[in-house]
T-cell receptor, first 115, second 115 residues
Framework: DQQVKQNSPSLSVQEGRISILNCDYT??????FLWYKKYPAEGPTFLIS?????DKNEDGRFTVFLNKSAKHLSLHIVPSQPGDSAVYFC??????????????FGQGTTLQVKP | DAGVIQSPRHEVTEMGQEVTLRCKPI?????LFWYRQTMMRGLELLIY????????DSGMPEDRFSAKMPNASFSTLKIQPSEPRDSAVYFC?????????????FGDGTRLSIL
């Protein structure tokens, strides 16, 4: 029962172009979403997040879009740089009265940015 | 600022031996999470603590796995006896749990190999 899905295992883009990473979820109770970046031999690093009350959040070159009706979110990186080459994980959390901290992660998408 | 610190970084041991993984969360964080990453199952939550109390251990695979958090600055994940299928990268993460959404911050993981 994969509640958070990243259907593209890998993505390759040219330096300077836009990278778009996609994520779908099935649980309508999720209302907080995060993107993490992971380099080899390191732990995942928090990148950007979005609450379900918003449909867009921007931080420098990184923008996350949320489409609640489609249960879909995407991460845009513009412009892409070779240092962005990493595995990107989408994660979701239910934030309610239980106030749990449990995150559900997708399988990850490996991004390669070519110089 | 010191991040989440995990030790050891690598562990190689023989089947049947006891393995203890250690984690020091970020100072001031009151939630701690243990994850396991494998090729087959991706990044999966094993157990998490709020204020040193285990909240959800439904991800712990078997009774061979146990986790403790004796104080706010230290946690252990123990496997006894270990088996080859336990080979994976184990991550610890911490966050500030409360009324607002806070991202989890990960350590660099322990790569465990059971021969």
């Amino acid at each position: 029962d994969q509640q958070v899905k990243q259907n593209s295992p890998s993505l390759s883009v040219q330096e300077g172009r836009i990278s778009i990473l996609n994520c779908d979820y099935t649980n309508s109770m999720f209302d907080y979403f995060l993107w993490y970046k992971k380099y080899p031999a390191e732990g995942p690093t928090f990148l950007i997040s979005i609450s379900s009350i918003k449909d867009k959040n921007e931080d420098g070159r990184f923008t996350v879009f949320l489409n609640k009706s489609a249960k879909h979110l995407s991460l845009h990186i513009v412009p892409s740089q070779p240092g962005d080459s990493a595995v990107y994980f989408c994660a979701a959390k239910r934030f309610g009265s239980s106030n749990t901290g449990k995150l559900i992660f997708g399988q990850g998408t490996t991004l390669q940015v070519k110089p | 600022d010191a991040g989440v610190i995990q030790s050891p970084r690598h562990e190689v041991t023989e089947m049947g031996q006891e393995v203890t993984l250690r984690c020091k969360p970020i100072s001031g964080h009151n939630s701690l999470f243990w994850y396991r990453q494998t090729m087959m199952r991706g990044l999966e939550l094993l157990i998490y603590f709020n204020n040193n109390v285990p909240i959800d251990d439904s991800g712990m695979p078997e009774d061979r796995f146990s986790a403790k958090m004796p104080n706010a600055s230290f946690s252990t994940l123990k496997i006894q006896p270990s088996e080859p299928r336990d080979s994976a990268v184990y991550f610890c993460a911490s966050s500030l749990w409360g009324t607002s959404n806070q991202p989890q911050h990960f350590g660099d993981g322990t790569r465990l190999s059971i021969l």
